[in-house]
């Protein structure tokens, strides 16, 4: 019976340590966990070009009007006068912004077009919701047929800026 008495005190002894162990442990606590998904944009275009205008049929081309963004967002645009410029020579055009996979015209443009069509514009911007990975418009331009001018290069400079709020 001795040996059960020693058996005991001791098996109680070794577990005294962890004991103490369990006892200094300090309580599990928890930490919230944040991120902030600030809204992001970005705007890109390519240039268009008319090509060789022939005043019988007039000429066409086309550009790409690219927008990344994840919130709301406008574009609208500055400098389109309708006339493509060469020193104090014009040649009147016109523009439409279609979104790519959506219905309609997104934006119209048309200007004096020296007499050949009126000031026209169906819309002030372009407008998105930023819920997909991008947005991309399609830039129709068209020189109307019948205007004369001076041989050479004309150009014009139309300025897209994009909108939002960056909270």
Known sequence: MLTRRFAHPIALLAL??????????????????????????GLSATDLDFGIYNSRVGASGMATVQVTCNTSY?????GFSGQLKRGGERIGYTLTAQKVGGLGAALTLKANCLGLCDLVQTSSALTGNGSALYDRYTLVGAVPALQTAPAGTYSDTVT????????
């Open 74 to 78: 406008s574009v609208t645009y500055s």
């Open 16 to 41: 005294l340590p962890s004991l103490a162990l369990a006892t200094m442990l300090p309580d599990p606590t928890s930490t919230p966990v944040t991120a902030q998904y600030l809204p992001s944009c």
């Open 160 to 167: 897209f800026t994009l909108n939002y709020n960056p909270e």
